[in-house]
């Protein structure tokens, strides 16, 4: 799928579609460059599991960015262009639904 800029110019949107959480540093650039709440926050237990970051801190190992609203993601790339671990997964084209 091919857009243009405003002055006509191709332009290919490169869309969020993942977020490796073992490569994610939880530093939160990514979310402050992002306007459409396509990423947040959260924790991830000893155990692997995501948990919310209101739960008990105890239970919270490291925090990292996760998918949040995969759909509202505008394919602008500013999110890549500030990710110091490399951790983002972009496609031009969204997989259709099976």
């Known amino acids: 799928m091919s857009f243009q800029t405003r002055d006509g110019r ?3 949107p490169q869309y969020l579609i993942s977020i490796d959480p073992k490569k994610c540093i939880g530093c939160g650039r990514c979310f402050k460059v992002c306007g459409r709440d396509v990423m947040t926050l959260k924790g991830i237990s000893e155990d692997g599991e995501f ?16 998918m949040n609203d995969q759909g509202a993601c505008i ?21 259709e639904a099976a």
């Open 10 to 12: 191709d332009w290919t």
């Open 51 to 66: 948990v919310n970051l209101d739960d008990d801190d105890d239970e919270i190992e490291k925090k990292v960015m996760v």
């Open 75 to 95: 394919g602008c790339g500013a999110c890549a262009r500030v990710c110091p671990a490399n951790c983002q997964a972009h496609a031009s084209a969204v997989p």
